[in-house]
């Protein structure tokens, strides 16, 4: 389904029932770049690729999400951390960090958790040429305190984690590697 299509949305998940756990992941490139740069419609464009689908398949979910399972939300690192050229998207990605705790407030006993990834080896990064890309991953790995870029497992062992623990809710787990205390 499109998750910026709030009919596509509501259709995809009348049919889905019953749902124990729901991640919502939804990313975007739109926005980037430093803040005299940035064009506002590009900034525009990421909340609608990035924020509004969270939360359109949030609220469609919860007619099909058992009450004693869980919503986790992925937004990124740039929520938390001071990255030059990354307003439009730290700003998306904040929004959506924001939802988890007064989500997990208002929807209880459903538990509601986020994992905000740092630079992680997806296809997100395929807009950048290989060798720009490389450089890129090293130059970030070279930064972070572990010594190497994310890989999908360390995002889902974190969500795997907020998925398994019954009593962490309202919590979103920062999974950088350490960059953002690095940069």
């Given at each position: 389904?499109?998750g ?16 124990d ?9 739109k926005g980037a770049g ?11 464009r990421?909340?609608e690729?990035?924020t ?11 007619a099909?999400l ?5 919503l986790?939300?992925?937004?990124a690192?740039?929520?938390?951390a001071?990255f ?11 929004a ?7 989500l ?5 006993p ?18 950048l ?16 305190p ?12 974190a ?23 690095a940069?």
């Open positions: 389904m499109d910026a299509d709030p009919a596509a949305v509501k259709a995809g998940f009348a049919g889905a029932g019953p749902i756990h729901c991640v919502l992941a939804f990313g975007s490139g430093l803040l005299h740069d940035v064009a506002i419609e590009g900034v525009r990421g909340f690729e990035k509004l689908p969270h939360i359109a398949c949030a609220k469609a979910a919860l099909t058992r009450k004693d399972g869980s986790t939300f992925i937004s690192v740039s929520a938390y001071g030059p050229g990354t307003a439009g998207l730290a700003a998306a990605n904040a959506v960090a924001a939802l988890v705790p007064v997990a407030a208002e929807l209880r459903l538990r509601v958790n986020g994992v905000a990834p740092g630079v992680i080896d997806t296809p997100w990064w395929d807009f040429p290989a060798d720009q890309r490389t450089a890129v991953f090293a130059d970030y790995a070279a930064r972070t572990v010594g190497r870029i994310g890989r999908p497992e360390d995002v889902a062992d969500v795997a984690f907020l998925i398994g623990n019954g009593f962490v809710n309202g919590e979103t787990i920062v999974c950088d590697g350490g960059i953002r205390s940069a």
